[in-house]
């Protein structure tokens, strides 16, 4: 099995695991165990494309269809030589 060092953790923050880990019965180790797995058994893998994630978040919203406005000819370029 593998081991990892965790450096920098904040104090509240190992605090709250120590207290979490204690309502479970389990050693702070245990209940890290547990967190991460889990996390890593739920999260889904972030899209490649970011359209493609914009347009998942907002999927729930519906769509809409905007109408496009007719277009005028273009105007002939300025002249600078009269």
């Given at each position: 099995?593998?081991?990892?060092?965790?450096?920098?953790?904040?104090?509240?923050?190992?605090?709250d695991l120590?207290?979490?880990?204690?309502?479970?019965?389990?050693?702070?180790e245990?209940?890290?165990?547990?967190?991460?797995?889990?996390?890593?058994?739920?999260?889904?893998?972030a899209p490649?494309?970011?359209?493609?994630?914009?347009?998942?978040?907002?999927?729930?919203?519906?769509?809409?269809?905007?109408?496009?406005?007719?277009?005028?000819?273009?105007?002939?370029?300025?002249?600078?030589?009269?």
């Open positions: 099995m593998a081991s990892i060092t965790i450096r920098n953790l904040d104090d509240t923050l190992k605090g120590r207290l979490r880990a204690a309502r479970h019965g389990r050693s702070m245990e209940e890290v165990r547990d967190i991460l797995r889990t996390v890593l058994a739920t999260s889904e893998r490649d494309n970011m359209a493609i994630a914009i347009r998942r978040r907002f999927a729930a919203l519906g769509g809409i269809e905007l109408v496009t406005p007719p277009r005028d000819p273009m105007r002939d370029p300025a002249r600078f030589d009269e």
